[in-house]
């Protein structure tokens, strides 16, 4: 699957991952008024005495490693940035009042949707058909929603990336790739904005969102969805990809429903 056309200005020509000094020169072309972080080279920082995400948020600055996995994470923060920068204060939060070891339950859960979340934005004149759609999602219709309904992707439901792990792993997609995904209502007309307006209005919506959930300290609030399923995600989505259960898996047995649903306006 492509990157995003957000970051086709990035080197995805040259097939290298950035340095930190490029990604902070991308981000001040593509964030008018940039207010951070700037990207700092990892090997001139010393993590000794403090947690890296506690560094981040004092020091407004990320650690950065000249890999993919580090370069797709400094593009989720110039893409999301008051999501990325709600993600780091709700660690810090948890970090203050429980200290770094051993990792809360919720922090194991901010980090997985860091790493592996998918947001799928629903514009808040279509709440009614993208609940809908959400619940089969959620209840593993798998068949209903990403093939009977696969029209309405990108119509009802957005899906956009923010797990910066996903983008690493999808240079060499594979079946079982999965991610977490989370739902925000973003304003009516969403699909005519350009797509740096389009990313301004999730990323607001987002961290909204987090804060509303309490930093997804609820258990059952994120809920799986195989990412090579969404529609025109992946080239071999046959009719027997989908009948895949090993990939497609129905809903476990008394699984707890998503307290995310029904989305509402506020």
Known sequence: MPLDKL??????ETRNPLRASQLNDHARRLGAGWAG???IDDGKVDL?????EVFIAEEN????????????????????????????ALHCQEIAQFGVHPRTPKRNRLTHFDECGLVIAVPQDKLIKANDLLNLLATHQWQECLVENQQEWGNTLFPMII???LYEMLLEPFIGLTAKWLAVIVPAGFAQQDEITRYQMVDK??????SDLDGLAAKNTLKPIPLLGIPGW???????FYADEGYFRPLAPNAPATIQLPLRRT
């Open 37 to 39: 972080p700037n990207f």
């Open 205 to 210: 919506a987002l961290a909204e969102r987090l």
């Open 7 to 12: 970051f086709t200005t990035f080197s995805m």
């Open 61 to 88: 600055q990320v650690p950065t490693r000249t890999n993919w996995h580090d370069t797709f994470n400094a593009m989720m923060w110039i893409a999301f940035p008051r999501s990325k920068k709600m993600l780091n």
């Open 48 to 52: 000794t005495d403090r947690y890296y």
């Open 163 to 165: 797990g910066h792990a």
């Open 234 to 240: 992946y080239q071999q989505q046959t009719k027997a």
